[in-house]
């Protein structure tokens, strides 16, 4: 009775604290500035590495998810506060190891499937961005949010609020406008053929990222232990890992590594430059991914496909202020509708809560 009262309080000290809700609000505040940092800045970058000279496609879609690194600090961090708690807890008494990861061998199986998933996204979205303006880009990208609404019915059952359902169809309506224009932005090295293809791609990474946001959160749902915001940090690393490995591989095959020192010399922007441009374009993407499962850790798919949507009319402002491109009044309607869907769903979300707290009041003010 002793040793397993003794193997429970190790596992109380070891495991997480459970987050409150005032912790709550400050992750997902923090999560949504990552996604709007790496949503805004990981395509601009991508796309100022092409109009640059750049031509590597598997290289561009490496750097979405090569910034996997950056996770292994903040897992660190929590590892070290986690033995800290640990120490403090047993005193003096016999200290046993502090576990140094969360996550179990089925779930990180099923991480690198997704990770793989996600390598094929970033290709088919790096690949098409390289025929592709950024606001055109952009517009099809923004069919994410439709598939993953979908998706996300079928796989999880989240359900749709009148308040949902506006913010879908006004942030949709607010993306199509974006690319009302652009039926004569096709740049002056890309073929007819070739434009089309990059719609097709870009088409495709917007469909295979709206199934990818609902699996993971039906990874959380599924998973046969408490999920952690420190697990989520190993769970996107896992996926980081193996969506990087992907890419690498066809890096390997079409001899892009061999190809990064010739382009580093011929680009427009200088070979120091054109080093920056990779890594922080890595860095912002890290940030977006990070950022995206963070999300759907603390609220859900469908609030994380909104975000993407609302930030697509930053990232048109951004491409006018470094790319200059035009700014019309398609854009202007466009960024209004998609701040008007953010505040539709927001206010949707508010009115969720107040109603089950006040379900939960008059549960406990019934008598028994």
């Given at each position: 009775?002793?040793?397993?009262?003794?193997?429970?309080?190790r596992?109380?000290?070891?495991?997480?604290p459970?987050?409150?809700?005032?912790?709550?609000r400050?992750?997902?505040?923090v999560?949504c500035v990552l996604?709007?940092?790496?949503?805004?800045?990981g395509?601009?970058?991508?796309?100022?590495?092409?109009?640059?000279?750049?031509?590597?496609?598997?290289l561009?879609?490496?750097?979405e998810?090569s910034?996997?690194?950056?996770i292994l600090?903040?897992?660190?961090?929590?590892y070290?506060?986690?033995?800290?708690?640990?120490i403090?807890g047993l005193?003096h008494?016999?200290q046993p190891?502090?576990?140094?990861?969360?996550i179990?061998?089925?779930l990180?199986?099923y991480?690198?499937?997704?990770?793989?998933?996600l390598?094929l996204?970033?290709?088919l979205?790096?690949y098409?961005?390289?025929?592709l303006?950024?606001?055109?880009?952009?517009l099809?990208?923004?069919?994410?949010l439709?598939?993953?609404?979908f998706f996300?019915?079928?796989?999880?059952?989240q359900?749709f609020?009148?308040y949902?359902?506006?913010s879908?169809?006004?942030?949709?309506?607010?993306?199509?406008?974006?690319?009302l224009?652009v039926s004569s932005?096709?740049?002056n090295?890309?073929?007819?053929?070739?434009?089309?293809m990059?719609?097709?791609l870009?088409l495709g990474?917007?469909?295979v990222?709206?199934?990818f946001?609902?699996?993971?959160?039906?990874?959380?749902t599924?998973?046969k232990?408490?999920i952690?915001?420190?697990?989520?940090?190993?769970?996107?690393m896992?996926?980081g890992?193996?969506?990087?490995?992907?890419?690498t591989?066809?890096?390997l095959?079409?001899k892009?590594?061999?190809?990064i020192?010739?382009?580093?010399?011929?680009d427009e922007?200088?070979?120091f430059?054109?080093?920056?441009?990779?890594?922080?374009?890595?860095?912002l993407?890290?940030?977006l991914?990070?950022?995206?499962v963070?999300?759907i850790?603390c609220?859900?798919t469908l609030?994380?496909?909104?975000?993407?949507?609302v930030?697509i009319?930053?990232?048109e402002?951004?491409?006018?202020?470094?790319?200059?491109?035009?700014?019309?009044s398609?854009k202007?309607?466009a960024?209004a509708?998609?701040?008007?869907?953010?505040a539709?769903y927001s206010?949707?979300e508010y009115?969720?809560?107040k109603?089950?707290?006040?379900?939960?009041?008059d549960?406990?003010n019934?008598?028994?």
């Amino acid at each position: 009775m002793d040793v397993e009262g003794q193997d429970l309080d190790r596992q109380n000290k070891d495991a997480p604290p459970q987050m409150n809700k005032g912790l709550r609000r400050a992750l997902i505040a923090v999560n949504c500035v990552l996604m709007a940092i790496g949503n805004a800045g990981g395509p601009l970058l991508l796309r100022l590495y092409f109009q640059s000279g750049g031509r590597r496609q598997w290289l561009s879609g490496w750097l979405e998810t090569s910034g996997w690194p950056i996770i292994l600090l903040p897992l660190l961090v929590s590892y070290l506060h986690r033995r800290r708690r640990l120490i403090l807890g047993l005193g003096h008494r016999h200290q046993p190891p502090t576990k140094l990861f969360f996550i179990t061998r089925p779930l990180f199986l099923y991480c690198a499937a997704l990770g793989l998933l996600l390598g094929l996204d970033d290709f088919l979205y790096a690949y098409g961005l390289s025929f592709l303006p950024v606001s055109t880009s952009a517009l099809l990208i923004s069919a994410q949010l439709v598939f993953t609404a979908f998706f996300a019915f079928v796989l999880v059952k989240q359900k749709f609020t009148p308040y949902s359902i506006n913010s879908v169809v006004l942030l949709t309506v607010g993306a199509v406008m974006l690319g009302l224009h652009v039926s004569s932005d096709r740049p002056n090295n890309v073929t007819r053929g070739e434009y089309y293809m990059g719609f097709v791609l870009t088409l495709g990474a917007a469909a295979v990222y709206g199934l990818f946001l609902p699996l993971v959160e039906l990874t959380y749902t599924k998973a046969k232990q408490a999920i952690t915001y420190t697990l989520v940090m190993e769970m996107q690393m896992v996926m980081g890992f193996f969506a990087t490995a992907f890419c690498t591989v066809g890096m390997l095959v079409n001899k892009d590594f061999q190809a990064i020192p010739r382009e580093a010399k011929h680009d427009e922007q200088g070979e120091f430059r054109y080093y920056v441009v990779l890594v922080w374009c890595a860095i912002l993407w890290q940030f977006l991914f990070l950022g995206t499962v963070g999300v759907i850790f603390c609220v859900n798919t469908l609030l994380a496909g909104v975000l993407i949507a609302v930030f697509i009319p930053v990232t048109e402002v951004f491409a006018v202020i470094f790319f200059k491109e035009k700014f019309g009044s398609e854009k202007g309607v466009a960024l209004a509708l998609s701040l008007w869907g953010l505040a539709s769903y927001s206010y949707g979300e508010y009115r969720e809560g107040k109603r089950s707290q006040n379900m939960a009041a008059d549960l406990s003010n019934q008598p028994v």
